[in-house]
């Protein structure tokens, strides 16, 4: 399965690859058996129908190949948003339960459960953050938006995870990674994003994130490694660990508070800048 | 005319009098008190002066005549074994049937991972041995002419019509039909005497002239009535602490549970249970990472909640409000881990909830709800798994929380002491099988009684106790450390062992000869022609 497959003008290849495989699983569903001893579900059937907008219901087999044909791909091309989003959500199922079990610990967690904010330009109102004195968490915010020319709306959306609930908390996950950016002070170069992830690890010991923490580091030059390793990942490391779990954070009511405050408030160093 | 002997320290006859006893026990809980029935009861025993000792009120066990709408919080689930047992000894006719509730099947389910086990009993193969108490109890004959044969009977025609898993019935109730029995032999003219409200102020062994006599070494028991009772056999029936054990310097071996066990009265709705049969007779037990939670079916709509957990959870339990607990309990059965970690931690320092419990619950019940229904995961029913019946109300003052440990004594036999029940072994909760395993050691002991007397030996000697500690040893000893296995198994939420629980859970689910197996050795249940 190689990346030449999955092409970013053509992401309908993605989903007609999958709709061949789930046909196959369908004509062999009549002749399956009932459930045996050591199965949970069947290898070759997606457990669950459409649960949510984007929803691609797959099967164990469909994803056990999207996971290690999304790896290689990414791996060769990090830019490949879409790729990223893939492999992370066939490997996070077990984790995403976890990071959901840490919201309900959680007040402010439960609340974003309950009410599943989304963000999108619309929602976060841009043009008034922009309003926004210097050195606001919100002016900041936008600021590094309109600097990397992106948006909130360019977000992958979820189609892999099985379940309403967690499909949203994986959406709020990227969707607050931009904040991340803000919070931490990070840059957005390759180094940039792979010393993020190692604080994510840090947080919410998705595998993801590790495999990123892991393997990233593997296409760096070796200064470019040095600066990770020696600054960075240590920083990410005592910060990631002991400051506020960062999915129970109503972004949207810390806009207009300096971003010291901010930092402070949740347990945040920012990171050194070199 | 025929003389009720209950003596307490109210009589002011008693002096400080040597009195001699064949059997003098400790302790008239249900275990004590069916040793007397038992000796009583059988030819040969009959003939022996036992003395039953008991600290608190025993005579008010005969005025029970609870209210239909209460049940008290003490409940015990007794086996087919051991209600043949009571049949035997006379107890279980003496009983009021419409407050024995038959447990027809029991459903167990893994709270972290949701693998469940399901047991009916009309799948258990009564004629069959179990192989597994063939394998610990062995081949034990008995001489000609015990008359075992009734006791056997009952076992075997119970099963072929259809015998539940077990009987669910207060402790209390119990003790009313041992009581009974016990009034009743007196009557007859058997030599028991009832020493209730007494204490036992210290056992002492023969000494000085004394040690030159006949029963130089026997032991001799000071009651704080200032009687003293010397006997041929001396009986520990007297629970956990037993003070007959640390006569006999037997060592108790084993741990505290960081669990206690918090029972409760519940009031259900059956209507809102999803099992065949609004669940009626149907046990629930959930394997939570804090410890099981089970609820036991009584009869008219209510049940008996044993729910293990630790210390803090069981202290904050019986303090909250009637409302607020019966919701958690509902959770308890439904919600996973995480959001019961969620409330307990609002429960404030004087019980009351910090949050509203039934809102949270509910929003929990609805996203699940939600989630189920999208679900076609294959093997389950369309509804998914079976629900117990909600929680709609709990009796008052029925919320109270005991320490859970296990022990087992080194020894159940010394020279002239013999330890049954709580006194020789405690055992969690969680598979209901203490009382039951305390009966059958007083079965096992009055059978042994009986034959040293017939065969004309001192019932005292340890060569004559000797055959119940082979046969009631290794049988406890094998259901403590099973019961204490699941137990640790069951007390975590780490990955891999969740995985490989539910694997083989759902295995053994699958295999209908392994589970009637199973069942048949929590039922006691054995091959009749063992016995011949």
Redesign the interface.
Known sequence: MSARIFTRTNPSALKQCLTRTSALARSTRAAAP??S??T???PL?A???K?YEGHIPISPLQRAILAVGSAFTALANPLRGDMVAALGETTSG?FLNRI???M??D?EG?RIL?ERPIITSETMQLDTLRQLPDGTFGREYVRFLDDQQVSPDTREPVHFV????LAYVMQRYRETHDFYHTLTGLPVTVDGEIALKWFEMAQTGLPMTMLSSFFGPLRLSSEERERLFNVYVPWALENGSTSKLLMNVRWEEWMEKPVEDVQRELGVRPCPQV | MAAIRFQSTEATKAAATTEEYDVVIVGGGIAGSALACALASTKASGTLKVALIEAFDLSNHIKFSPRPDQYSNRVSSLTPKSVAFLKKIGVWSELDQSRVAACEGMQVWDGVSGARITFDAANVDGVQSSFLHQVFSGNIPTPPGVNNNTGQETLDSSNKEGSPLAWMTENLHVQYGLQKQIVGHQARGIKLDVFEKTKVQGITTGQGESAQLPQGDWPVVQLDNGKTLVTRLLVGADGVNSPVRSFAKIESLGWDYSQFGLVATLQIDPSTSTAPGQGKGIAWQRFLPTGPVAMLPLNNGYASLVWSTTPKIAQDLKKLPARDFCALVDAAFSASPAELEYLYKNIGPDGQPLVDFQKEIEWRTSVRDTEASQTMARGSSPQGDDKPPRVVDVQENTRAPFPLRMRNSSSYVEDRVVLVGDAAHTVHPLAGQGLNQGLADVECLARVIETSLLSGSDIGNIHSLTPYSSERFLPNLAMLGTVDKLSKLYNTDFGPVVWARSLGLTAVDKMGPIKNEIMRFAMGLEEPSNRS
Not at chain 1, 162 to 165: F, L, P, R, T, V
């Open positions: 009932s459930a001893l050591f949970f579900r069947s059937e457990p669950t129908g649960l077990i959901r079990d840490q309900l610990q007040p439960r309950r099985d379940s309403e609930e």
